[in-house]
């Protein structure tokens, strides 16, 4: 189960709770309490972020919407195998750390980038000319659905992992990172659960359409 999270108190910072909720409850769709399968449909807020689980006729009616409160989250997971973001665009982009996913608000229509920091989840907008310019290397980076899509990235020890991959992943591996981060650096468990998680995404993705021209 996926539940929606809290805002945090640093402006900007929408700081996840109860991202992977184990219950012995069968899940339910949180609009009409149908009983969905564990591998369910998901809806977000664009405005609190917030998540909620949803049957497929629920989903559906909000399948590219963009004029209601809730937007459908995709499902598919796609590789980008022959994409590479080189060092002095990423340098520009200035992530601490390699291992962020970048999305589209449509409330803010900026650009905002996530990544894992000892104070949790930190978040920053990326200056429009540097988005440009990473897009323009990939089709289906440029074509992102706001809201609900976004580039994740693995660069850490070496690791060139880049996939576009549905929100609510996204907001999965930041539960991962928060229950098993420890100390400055997080510790070698939390590393080993997000190589883990990565694995289970490119078990599951297919390879992305759009042209490369990195």
Same mark, same amino acid.
């Given at each position: 189960?996926?539940?929606?999270?809290?805002?945090?108190?640093?402006?900007?910072?929408?700081?996840?709770?109860?991202?992977?909720?184990?219950?012995?409850?069968?899940?339910?769709?949180?609009?009409?309490?149908?009983?969905? &399968?564990?591998?369910?449909?998901? +809806?977000? $807020?664009? %405005?609190?972020?917030?998540? #909620?689980?949803?049957?497929? =006729?629920?989903? /559906?009616?909000?399948?590219?919407?963009?004029?209601?409160?809730?937007?459908?989250? &995709?499902?598919?997971?796609?590789? +980008?195998? $022959?994409? %590479?973001?080189?060092?002095? #665009?990423?340098?520009?982009? =200035?992530?601490? /750390?390699?291992?962020?996913?970048f999305f589209r608000s449509s409330v803010s229509n900026s650009v905002l980038a996530v990544y894992p920091s000892p104070g949790g989840p930190t978040e920053t907008i990326v200056e429009e000319?540097?988005?440009?310019?990473?897009?323009?290397?990939?089709?289906?980076?440029a074509s992102l659905s706001e809201d609900v899509e976004a580039l994740l990235v693995n660069r850490i020890a070496g690791v060139r992992d880049y996939l576009i991959v549905p929100i609510d992943?996204?907001?999965?591996?930041?539960?991962?990172?928060?229950?098993?981060?420890?100390?400055?650096?997080?510790?070698?468990?939390?590393?080993?659960?997000?190589?883990?998680?990565?694995?289970?995404?490119?078990?599951?993705?297919?390879?992305?359409?759009?042209?490369?021209?990195?």
């Amino acid at each position: 189960m996926i539940r929606g999270f809290d805002p945090s108190p640093v402006r900007g910072l929408a700081a996840l709770r109860r991202l992977a909720v184990v219950s012995p409850e069968p899940e339910r769709c949180e609009l009409c309490a149908a009983a969905v &399968p564990e591998q369910h449909q998901h +809806l977000v $807020d664009p %405005e609190s972020r917030h998540l #909620l689980c949803a049957c497929d =006729a629920c989903a /559906i009616l909000f399948d590219h919407s963009v004029s209601t409160r809730y937007r459908r989250i &995709p499902r598919d997971i796609r590789t +980008l195998p $022959d994409f %590479e973001i080189d060092g002095a #665009l990423w340098n520009s982009l =200035a992530i601490p /750390i390699g291992l962020v996913f970048f999305f589209r608000s449509s409330v803010s229509n900026s650009v905002l980038a996530v990544y894992p920091s000892p104070g949790g989840p930190t978040e920053t907008i990326v200056e429009e000319e540097l988005w440009k310019a990473l897009a323009s290397l990939n089709g289906d980076i440029a074509s992102l659905s706001e809201d609900v899509e976004a580039l994740l990235v693995n660069r850490i020890a070496g690791v060139r992992d880049y996939l576009i991959v549905p929100i609510d992943e996204c907001y999965k591996l930041t539960g991962v990172i928060r229950r098993h981060w420890s100390g400055i650096s997080g510790g070698d468990e939390v590393w080993e659960q997000i190589r883990s998680f990565f694995e289970g995404l490119k078990g599951r993705a297919r390879p992305a359409w759009g042209t490369s021209h990195a």
